[in-house]
Structures are given as C-alpha cells and as structure tokens.
C-alpha cells in the first residue's frame, strides 16, 4: 500500500516535471533525490522570449531631411520586414514609402528635361533629350529598314499558330503587313498540323516566330520571339535576330545608348 502511494506521488511529480524539463534535466544521486530544481530553473531562464512581430516604421516627418543613403538603408529594412512579416500594414507602409521615391524619381526627370531644354551647355550631353531621342529613333528606324530589304532575299519567317489562339489571330494580320512592306516570304504552320516542327523547334506558347536564314545550302533557324508583337517591334526583333546568327552587328544599327 505505502509502495503503491509513493509510486503514486512521483508518477505525478514526473508529469508536472515534464512539462519544463526532460527526463535527463532531473537529479538521480540519492544526496538531492528525484525532483527537478535547480536545473530546470536555469533552464526555464535561459529560454529566450517569444518574438514579436516587427513592425515597418518610416519617419514620415523627418524623410525630407534625410540623406539618400538613409533612404537607401531605409528602404531595405522596410522591404525585409514587411517580407518577413506580411501584414497589411506593414506592406502598407513600405508601398506608401515607394510612392514616395516614386514621385522624387519624376521631379527629377521633369528638371532634367528642363535643364536639357534651356542650358546650352549641357544640351549635347543629355542623350536623354526628347530631341536626341526623336532623331535616334528616325534613323534607327531607316536602318532597321535598311536591313530588311538586304536580307528579304535570303531570309523568311516562319510563325506557328493555332485556331483557337485569339493572340494568334490578331497577330497574323501583323506578319501580312510584315510581309507586304519588307518583301519577306512568310510561312504560317499550325502547330495541331504540324507538331514534330512544334516540338523539335522548342513551341510551347504561340504565336512562336522564327527566322530562317539561308546559308549556302543550309538553313539556320532562329527564334525572333514568343508572343504577339506591334509591326515595329516585329521589325526590331527580326534585325535583332540577324545580329544573334551574326548577320548584322548591333551596334551599326541600334548604336550604343
């Protein structure tokens, strides 16, 4: 009987115990007997705090006297907490501070566009000068036309489709027009039709075009771009692909930005 109590007494001394220590935190000599003491109390202490949920606080009134590298630092701490700790408030605050830079980013592009307008002596150094710019494009332009006639005889298209593509049946219209202006041979293949060219070529979205070159008696293919695309830019991206077979260089065309 006293046995059983005993046993009694220490099995619940063990489950309160176990709820703080392990089994190997308790005293086994006879001098301290069985209980859990000391250790488990240095245990119990040297546990850390729960952690709390940082928070993103911007110094709203202080942002406008602060230096750009403290923005800088600002703006990662921002972005990794409210990444690490997605509330909406957090997410909140870092946008609210994008918006920000955002608009110091267009108060400087609306002085520089200033400045290049009225100082003569900066105005042949701002490349980004809506007037550069408008003349770069013209004669890019002329180029990239340029380009396309002296290749319409040695190079086509191939563009792979399908029926029930809506992007597809707005694109098409774009390579005819393609077609008619540059001189270009054109080939459109369904990829249901014809699916070992679709697979062997790497198709998975469409529209897919692709460029092939004559070359001798051998003819090179070369991805011009998935998707569909504005006739100017079907345009810039085939010159671009001449330059990737090493037909044209790139920098005699498009030049150096």
Same mark, same amino acid.
């Given at each position: 009987?006293?046995?059983? =109590?005993?046993? !009694?007494?220490?099995?619940?001394? $063990?489950?309160?115990?176990?709820?703080?220590?392990?089994?190997?935190? $308790?005293?086994?000599?006879?001098?301290? &007997?069985?209980?859990?003491?000391?250790?488990?109390? +240095?245990?119990?202490?040297? +546990?850390?705090p729960e952690q709390t949920l940082k928070k993103v606080v911007i110094p709203w009134e202080r942002l406008e006297s602060m230096n750009w590298r403290e923005i800088r630092k600002l703006v990662e701490e921002a972005r990794g907490i409210a990444v690490m700790n997605p509330t909406y408030e957090n997410v909140r605050e870092y946008k609210k501070l994008m918006l920000w830079i955002l608009k110091k980013g267009l108060e400087f592009q609306k002085m520089d566009r200033i400045v290049t307008l009225t100082s003569g002596d900066?105005?042949?150094?701002?490349?980004?000068? %809506?007037?550069?710019?408008? =003349?770069?494009? =013209? @004669?890019? *332009?002329?180029? /990239?036309?340029?380009?396309?006639?002296?290749?319409?005889?040695?190079?086509?298209?191939?563009?792979?489709?399908? @029926?029930?593509?809506?992007?597809?049946?707005?694109?098409? %219209?774009?390579?005819?027009? $393609?077609?008619?202006?540059?001189?270009?041979?054109?080939?459109? !293949?369904?990829?249901? *039709?014809? %699916?070992?060219?679709?697979?062997?070529? &790497?198709?998975?979205?469409?529209?897919?075009? $692709?460029?092939?070159?004559?070359?001798?008696?051998?003819?090179?293919?070369?991805?011009?771009?998935?998707?569909?695309?504005?006739?100017?830019?079907?345009?810039?991206?085939?010159?671009?692909?001449?330059?990737?077979?090493? +037909? /044209?260089?790139?920098?005699?065309?498009? &030049?150096?930005?």
């Open positions: 009987m006293i046995l059983s =109590i005993l046993l !009694l007494f220490f099995g619940i001394c $063990f489950v309160f115990a176990k709820d703080n220590c392990r089994v190997k935190d $308790f005293y086994s000599d006879r001098e301290r &007997g069985f209980y859990y003491g000391r250790l488990c109390l +240095e245990k119990k202490k040297n +546990e850390k900066v105005f042949s150094l701002s490349l980004a000068s %809506p007037y550069y710019s408008r =003349i770069h494009s =013209i @004669n890019e *332009e002329k180029k /990239v036309e340029s380009t396309l006639r002296k290749f319409k005889d040695k190079a086509g298209l191939v563009v792979f489709y399908d @029926n029930f593509c809506s992007y597809c049946s707005l694109y098409i %219209p774009i390579v005819k027009l $393609f077609s008619e202006e540059t001189g270009w041979n054109v080939i459109f !293949l369904n990829i249901r *039709e014809f %699916p070992k060219s679709a697979k062997r070529l &790497g198709v998975k979205i469409v529209p897919d075009t $692709f460029l092939v070159l004559k070359r001798g008696n051998k003819k090179v293919w070369q991805r011009v771009g998935t998707g569909a695309f504005t006739l100017d830019d079907l345009k810039r991206n085939v010159v671009i692909a001449l330059t990737l077979l090493g +037909e /044209v260089k790139y920098e005699e065309v498009f &030049g150096v930005r």
